[in-house]
């Protein structure tokens, strides 16, 4: 049916950049909100960023400033652009989507990515 797949994560010197992206494919009728999750070791999992189908978005107050989120509607992926990053930054980073499937006559459920290893160097 439905699957989320990241994409961009890996080993980033302290002040380099990445940028995630999360493509989702399947039966899919439309997607509401999108979002990025980390999870470091030891820690909860937090909310990093998200954005609506119209484009408004929120960010932790630990990322404002330094990450982007953004979407291409027609590809269905959202992405996250993370520049500046500090090894505080370290973590899985999980996407997420509030997708409503074809047949399913409006009934939306949020699906997860398996998520992307970000490590930051110092």
């Known amino acids: 049916q439905v699957q989320l797949v990241e994409s961009g994560g890996g080993l980033v010197q302290a002040g380099g950049s990445l940028r995630l992206s999360c493509a989702a494919s399947?039966?899919?009728?439309?997607?509401?909100?999108m979002g990025w999750y980390r999870q470091a070791p030891g820690k909860q999992r937090e909310l990093v960023a998200t954005?609506?189908?119209?484009?408004?978005?929120n960010y932790a107050d630990s990322v404002k400033g330094r990450f982007t989120i953004s979407r291409d509607n027609a590809k269905n992926t959202v992405y996250l652009q993370m520049n500046s990053l500090k090894p505080e930054d370290t973590a899985v980073y999980y996407c997420s989507a509030d997708i409503t499937t074809s047949g399913s006559y409006g009934y939306p459920r949020r699906y997860w990515g398996l998520g992307t290893q970000v490590t930051v160097s110092s």
């Open positions: 954005i609506t189908s119209g484009g408004s978005t």
């Open positions: 399947g039966s899919i009728y439309s997607i509401n909100n």
